[in-house]
């Protein structure tokens, strides 16, 4: 044993103060914002040019445009091709990349500091002037295709895209697979893209933080990309709303296989909400930590599975909360009648003082450890745009979600946790699993 | 150049103890690497490493079960582990003024983890590590790829040729006496490294982790391997394993014996596969993805690993009209042309690895794991300092000359995957 007594965890020591570092606003005469945050620690560079054409915004016949074009930017502009772009970029050791989500395009590149305008030169000659050539387009597109054959074949990637449909009704564009169906790409052209990008590649924001100066920033920024201006179209409404409030039961067939991927979850409300922070904290104690309660009853206490999470997936106008896990095929009736006596019990009883003391001091505590990359600042920085959250959002973060009460808490759960309307998807055995699963008794079970 | 400081002390049990302050974020990164991964598994045991890995979240003598992750998350932290080849590593990222609950936790598993083991709790972890292996290998598109292609690339003799998640028969085989003599033959303090990053105070930091790990005992050194861990330099053959399963698009993987991690010339073999696959200027994607169009994606890695000899990976993934013979024809085809490297390619590959070395500190997480890695391995932390200036030394000849000797037909393991009818 022992010479001391190390029974109790040893005290903290005096913390030290943090925040979020200071951000720089500008906008330049052309249009652009441009948002710095200097982090000298590192000779690093994170930018972030995020432009608010998003899928959200297209006709289900047009699903998958954004992601495509935002794909081909990398293909070569008027002035160089593709690969030549390539080698320029990466001759000064950086990397660009273009993601494209519901809300918007987000155009990034990761360099050392000193490479910085040479980088920049690049993303803004592939923004500006791109000329989307007719091989790359057929690549990007031929590309789009085979992931999505490839997500259909993923078991988890299909679970997760069937879920979707199930929990928003057939109009919204959450609803639909983000890059697009095989219907929707295989009739875009190169001229769709054309198009799309001269409407919506227009001056959004641009996010730079590491080791850089703002004044110097703000100079280069409107160097290069002077003579950029317009506004992208306005963004649409439309109600996040369910296909039914019926709980029902989702099989999706996938012979012999020896797991099954679950689902279950419903639509909510988007990132704008008051209750945002106590839907934090409660989903923390719920699914969204290790010590949750799903995780410590379906790994910890009974072996059902590798890790379960439940999340609130808020985007702009609405968004879903949502549980998933993959577990043996003979334990699935069991997972989900866990996962549904969780929700249930929840809701019903409320968390406890305790759980929620511990799910604060978890969110508040971990946030500094989120904010040690220039590319997380960056990341953190392009939410309060995308979002439209307020200017002081991230100073404040730590005391909004410290001021939850467990009453605040329970309310949060009884609101936007709703059991009977679940939507239930399971991509497994049909065979096997879904005699147990009706057996449950909590609705109708479909497969197919 | 950046330089990344640190300094190191060894406690009397054997403990090597790195530390490397950076005060930048108030962040400090507690991270133990032993010298135990699943090369040290013996015949029937494989997994075991990873399953033991597991247990350690079990907990100790103080720690009851579960509460290693209440008392991380509830100071705002995080904690992990992974099991590999030749190491185990186990990590907290905390708030600083936390730092010494992470030195209790770990220490208390060190010294203290069988006085907290049970039946049930390995029952548990069977239970959850088997269905890491379904979620991972079985039920996951090319899932068992590693595994089929280390059995092809290592010999049944040698330590590598099995996968770290072991196979389900001795995942189930495992007994608690073997959780007993695992934890006494390598969870020893001479057989691991602590490496305390970031913002931390370094006498108060030493003080403490003496106080925590100083009396635990010292074990006996580590026993040799199994099996037979050297090998000769190449394959001396292609050979291969040609799988028809449910994928969505054709694929080909191969591996070439190349040095290991612990030889000069890999080094070499970093910037080879770097110059064939990182970033869209490489010479894979250039060719296969952008110019051809044989290939959706392709991807390259140079195995960080010691025993014997390490592995280059290189795959190709084709669309669905697509042949394996062709893709496979013009993925070698794209990696012999590799004679023909330019000084330009190689700058380019050179200045990308500096760059992810410099991001790679950013996190003290990720630096401390580093640091654990270098003085483990190689005894040899200062290691981190060098290595943009041992990469920038590489010359296109020396690649020509690594790709002339390491990447023909004599020296592949190949995997393939071709979608079954009507996938």
């Known amino acids: ?448 | 150049m950046l330089r990344v400081p640190w300094e190191r002390h060894v406690l009397e049990n054997g403990l090597r103890v790195i530390l490397a302050p950076d005060t930048a974020v108030p962040v400090v990164a507690v991270n133990l690497w032993y010298g135990v991964g699943s090369r040290n598994e013996g015949a029937g045991k494989t997994g075991f490493a990873h399953l033991f890995e597991h247990m350690m979240f079990q907990g100790s003598a103080h720690v009851p079960k579960n509460r290693h992750f209440e008392l991380v998350e509830r100071a705002g932290g995080s904690s992990n582990a992974t099991t590999w080849f030749d190491r185990t590593n186990y990590y907290e990222t905390l708030p600083s003024h936390h730092l010494e609950l992470g030195l209790w936790l770990e220490a208390d598993r060190m010294g203290w983890m069988l006085d907290a083991m049970t039946a049930d709790k390995l029952e548990n972890q069977r239970e959850v590590v088997k269905n890491e292996r379904r979620q991972r290998y079985d039920n996951q598109p090319y899932g068992d790829w590693d595994e089929r292609l280390q059995a092809l690339a290592y010999p049944a003799t040698h330590p590598y040729h099995h996968p770290v998640i072991g196979s389900m028969a001795d995942i189930d085989g495992a007994t608690l006496e073997d959780v007993s003599a695992f934890f006494r033959t390598f969870y020893v303090p001479n057989n691991a490294v602590l490496t305390i990053a970031g913002d931390f105070h370094g006498e108060a930091a030493l003080e403490a982790v003496r106080r925590y790990f100083g009396e635990i005992e010292r074990g006996s050194p580590v026993p040799p391997l199994p099996g037979e861990p050297e090998l000769p330099p190449v394959l001396g053959a292609t050979v291969r394993d040609d799988v028809v399963s449910r994928v969505p698009l054709p694929r080909v993987i191969a591996a070439f014996r190349i040095p290991s991690y612990a030889s000069d010339d890999f080094y070499t073999a970093e910037v080879a596969q770097g110059v064939l696959g990182t970033g869209r200027a490489s010479r894979l994607y250039r060719r296969l993805v952008r110019e051809r169009r044989v290939a959706k994606d392709v991807v390259t890695y140079a195995y960080p690993i010691l025993t014997g000899a390490s592995m280059m990976v290189v795959w190709a993934t084709g669309y669905p009209g697509t042949s394996l013979e062709s893709l496979e024809g013009a993925l070698f085809e794209e990696v012999e042309s590799l004679s023909g490297v330019t000084d330009a390619e190689v700058a380019r590959a050179v200045a990308l690895a500096e760059t992810d070395l410099v991001r790679s500190l950013e996190r003290v997480g990720d630096r401390a794991d580093i640091l654990s890695m270098l003085e483990l391995y190689f005894g040899d932390p200062e290691r981190l300092n060098r290595e943009v200036d041992r990469m920038r030394a590489v010359t296109a000849a020396q690649v020509r000359e690594f790709a002339g000797r390491y990447l023909g037909s004599d020296n592949r393991a190949v995997v393939t995957y071709l979608p079954e009818e009507g996938a």
């Open chain 1, 1 to 448: 044993m022992s010479r001391f007594d190390r029974s109790d965890p040893p005290g903290a020591g005096p913390m030290r103060v943090f925040d979020f570092p200071d951000v720089d606003v500008t906008r330049l005469a052309t249009g652009l914002e441009v948002r710095v945050a200097r982090l000298s620690r590192l000779p690093v560079v994170s930018v972030n040019l995020f432009m608010p054409a998003g899928e959200f915004e297209l006709d289900p016949d047009r699903a998958g445009l954004s992601v495509l074009t935002g794909d081909v930017l990398e293909g070569g502009t008027r002035k160089r091709s593709g690969a030549e772009l390539d080698e320029a970029l990466e001759s000064v050791g950086a990397r660009m990349g273009v993601s494209t989500g519901w809300e918007g395009t987000n155009v990034s590149i990761s360099c050392l500091a000193d490479r910085l305008p040479a980088a920049l030169e690049i993303l803004a000659e592939a923004v500006l002037e791109p000329d989307f050539p007719e091989e790359e387009f057929a690549r990007a597109r031929d590309q789009s295709l085979a992931a999505i054959r490839q997500r259909a074949m993923d078991p988890s990637a299909l679970a997760s895209d069937q879920a979707s449909m199930r929990y928003f009704a057939p109009g919204v564009p959450y609803a639909r697979p983000l890059g697009g169906t095989v219907e929707s790409v295989s009739a875009l052209g190169r001229d769709d893209l054309r198009g799309y990008a001269d409407a919506w590649y227009r001056p959004g924001t641009l996010v730079v933080v590491g080791d850089i100066d703002s004044g110097e920033m703000e100079e280069m920024a409107a160097g290069v990309f002077s003579g950029w201006e317009g506004v992208s179209p306005p963004r649409r409404d439309g109600d996040i709303v369910p296909p039914t409030r019926e709980r029902k039961i989702h099989v999706v067939d996938l012979p012999g296989a020896v797991q099954s991927e679950i689902r279950v979850g419903h639509v909510t409300v988007g990132r704008s909400h008051p209750d945002v922070f106590s839907l934090v904290v409660a989903n923390t104690l719920l699914g969204g930590a290790f010590t949750s309660r799903l995780n410590l009853n379906l790994r910890e206490r009974n072996g059902f599975t590798y890790g379960v999470r439940s999340r609130f997936n808020m985007r702009n106008r609405g968004g879903c909360f949502e549980v998933s896990t993959a577990v043996g095929a003979e334990v699935t009736d069991a997972a989900v009648r866990e996962i549904m006596t969780e929700l249930e019990t929840l809701v019903r009883e409320g968390p406890t003082e305790e759980e929620v003391r511990a799910s604060r001091d978890y969110v508040a505590g971990v946030f500094p450890l989120q904010l040690e990359t220039a590319g997380q600042v960056a990341s953190r920085m392009t939410e309060v745009v995308v979002y439209g959250l307020p200017e002081d959002y991230h100073r404040t973060y730590r005391d909004r979600i410290r001021g939850v009460t467990v009453d605040d808490a329970a309310r949060a759960v009884g609101g936007h946790v709703r059991p009977g309307e679940a939507q239930i998807v399971v991509v497994g055995n049909a065979e096997e699993i879904v005699p147990r699963l009706e057996a449950l008794g909590l609705g109708p079970v479909e497969v197919g």
